[in-house]
């Protein structure tokens, strides 16, 4: 079995408050046996689509190379637009080194409660695809459940949306400290199901009632147009 950990920390800072939620990137970040054209960052597959759409909706000027100034281009929007990326997937095996999420066994979820505690301007959260299994927001769902946290919906329209309420009070453990109950301000957390960056979901894509009519319309509106769309709302 190989032993497929996530090879980024989640990327967070003081000010940010949405968070890009998504499960693991290729296998190869996780080697370093990085292809050409990758970039080492998140979601810096040559393969997904996510960055592509951003740079088209923000007219960005990406690099896509395996470049320090890729990855600085890459860091400095997501600050100025106050966006973290924090996948739920801390690490699973896998029996077929592959990228699918269907191929993960074992899986250690990250404490996503944790950090939007450690982060109280957070107020969305940007799931990179659906509730099919193995997706963020599969194990989104599966996380809140054993925190006895319920997901409400919000919009079942596709991008799907949902809220929850983040518990109003831990227990601090910090070392050196007496036990005590942080008290926390009620939070209301909005998670967005966006329609996947990848070539694996144009098929779903394509089924669309939406995208169906749009293409009508259109002969030449394609599977990423539909995503640009979609995104540009949220991002």
């Not at 690099?63 to 106050?82: G, S, V, W």
């Not at 599969?138 to 997901?151: D, G, H, N, P, T």
């Not at 050196?176 to 990848?198: E, F, G, Q, W």
């Not at 144009?202 to 749009?214: I, T």
Request: glycine share 6%; charged share 30%; proline share 6%.
């Amino acid at each position: 079995m190989f032993l497929h950990t996530h090879p980024y920390e989640p990327f967070l800072f003081k000010d940010v408050t949405k968070l890009i939620v998504g499960t693991l990137p290729p296998p190869r970040f996780t080697t370093g046996d990085l292809k050409e054209g990758d970039v080492n960052f998140c979601y810096g597959s040559r393969d997904g689509q996510l960055w592509p759409i951003l740079d088209r909706i923000f007219g960005l000027d990406l690099d896509f190379e395996t470049t320090e100034k890729a990855i600085r281009q890459r860091m400095d929007f997501l600050k100025e637009r106050k966006i973290g990326i924090c996948d739920i997937v801390q690490s699973a095996q896998r029996s077929k080194v592959d990228a699918s999420d269907l191929g993960m066994e074992n899986i250690v979820l990250r404490d996503m409660l944790g950090y939007i505690e450690q982060y109280p301007k957070v107020d969305t959260l940007l799931f990179t695809g659906g509730n099919s299994k193995n997706g963020p927001e599969y194990f989104f769902r599966k996380y809140l459940k054993e925190q006895a946290i319920s997901l409400e919906s919000v919009s079942n329209e596709v991008p799907r949306i949902h809220q929850f309420v983040l518990p109003s009070a831990k227990l601090d453990i910090s070392s050196k400290a007496p036990l005590k109950l942080k008290v926390n301000k009620k939070r209301l957390i909005k998670t967005v199901s966006l329609t996947a960056p990848s070539g694996a979901a144009n098929r779903a894509v394509g089924s669309l009632k939406l995208y169906k009519k749009m293409k009508d319309e259109n002969p030449e509106f394609n599977t990423i147009d539909f995503r640009v769309l979609q995104y540009k709302d949220f991002f």
